[in-house]
C-alpha cells in the first residue's frame, strides 16, 4: 500500500533552535519527494522537490535529505523563527501515476 | 502574476444545495487539481485535468463534477451538498504532471 508517513505529529520548539521533521514511505515506484510549508488558513507553499539522484537540497534555512534506499526524508530547519510555525507535509509521486500521496503533516510551533 | 486564485474564501451551504467553487491561475499551467483537506487527513485528490478538454477522476470524486473548458479555469461543483463534504477546498495548478504544484489560497465549506 502506498504510504506516507510523518514525524513527529507536532512539535514546539525555542526561537532560533534547530530541528529536524521526518516523513517515511513506500510509494512504489518513485518518481519524487516534495516538502510543503503551509500556514494557518493559507495553501501549501513548495519549500523542495527531490528526484531519486538527489539526496540533499536547500531553500534557505531548510534543507531537506532524501534516502532512496531507506525511503526516508527529512526536513532541517535551521536557526527557527517565528514565521516558521506552520505545518510541514511530505508528498510523494509515483511515477506514472495522476495522485500524490500526502502525509498528514507535523505541526510546528516556535515560540520566543 | 496572481497565481492560483479561489472564491469563495468561505461558503455555507445546506444539505441538497449546490454550488460552484471557482478556480483560476494565470500561468498558463497544463495541469490543475483539486483536493480536499480534512483534519488529520492528509490532502486528497477529487479530480485533475491535464489540459483543456479534459478531466478526470481522483481519489474521491463522488459527488463532485469538473470541467474545463480553458487552460486558466477549473471550477468543482457539488451537485447536492452534503454534511460530509463539509471541508477545506485547495486547487492546484503546475507546468506538468510532477512539475512543483502552485496550491490557492482554499475554500472553507460548511454543510449544515
Known amino acids: 500500500k502506498n504510504q506516507v508517513e510523518q514525524s513527529p505529529q507536532s512539535l514546539i520548539i525555542l526561537e532560533g533552535k534547530n530541528c529536524t521533521l521526518q516523513?517515511?514511505?513506500?510509494?512504489?515506484?518513485?518518481?519524487?519527494l516534495r516538502w510543503y510549508k503551509q500556514d494557518t488558513g493559507r495553501g501549501p507553499v513548495s519549500l523542495t522537490i527531490m528526484t531519486f539522484s538527489e539526496n540533499t537540497k536547500s531553500n534557505g534555512r531548510y534543507t531537506a535529505t532524501l534516502d532512496a534506499d531507506t525511503k526516508q526524508s527529512s526536513l532541517h530547519i535551521t536557526a527557527s523563527q517565528l514565521s516558521d510555525s506552520a505545518s510541514y507535509i511530505c508528498?510523494?509521486?509515483?511515477?506514472?501515476?495522476?495522485?500524490?500521496?500526502f502525509g498528514t503533516g507535523t505541526r510546528l510551533t516556535v515560540i520566543p | 502574476n496572481a497565481g492560483v486564485t479561489q472564491t469563495p474564501k468561505f461558503q455555507v451551504l445546506k444539505t441538497g444545495q449546490s454550488m460552484t467553487l471557482q478556480c483560476a491561475q494565470d500561468m498558463n499551467h497544463e495541469y490543475m487539481s483539486w483536493y480536499r483537506q480534512d483534519p488529520g487527513m492528509g490532502l486528497r485528490l477529487i479530480h485533475y485535468s491535464v489540459g483543456a478538454g479534459i478531466t478526470d477522476q481522483g481519489e474521491v470524486p463522488n459527488g463532485y463534477n469538473v470541467s474545463r473548458s480553458t487552460t486558466e479555469d477549473f471550477p468543482l461543483r457539488l451537485l447536492s451538498a452534503a454534511p460530509s463534504q463539509t471541508s477545506v477546498y485547495f486547487c492546484?495548478?503546475?507546468?506538468?504532471?510532477?512539475?512543483?504544484?502552485?496550491f490557492g489560497p482554499g475554500t472553507r465549506l460548511t454543510v449544515t
Open positions: 508528498v510523494v509521486s509515483r511515477t506514472g501515476a495522476n495522485n500524490l500521496f
Open positions: 516523513c517515511n514511505y513506500t510509494v512504489s515506484p518513485f518518481s519524487n
Open positions: 492546484a495548478s503546475s507546468r506538468r504532471r510532477e512539475g512543483e504544484q502552485y
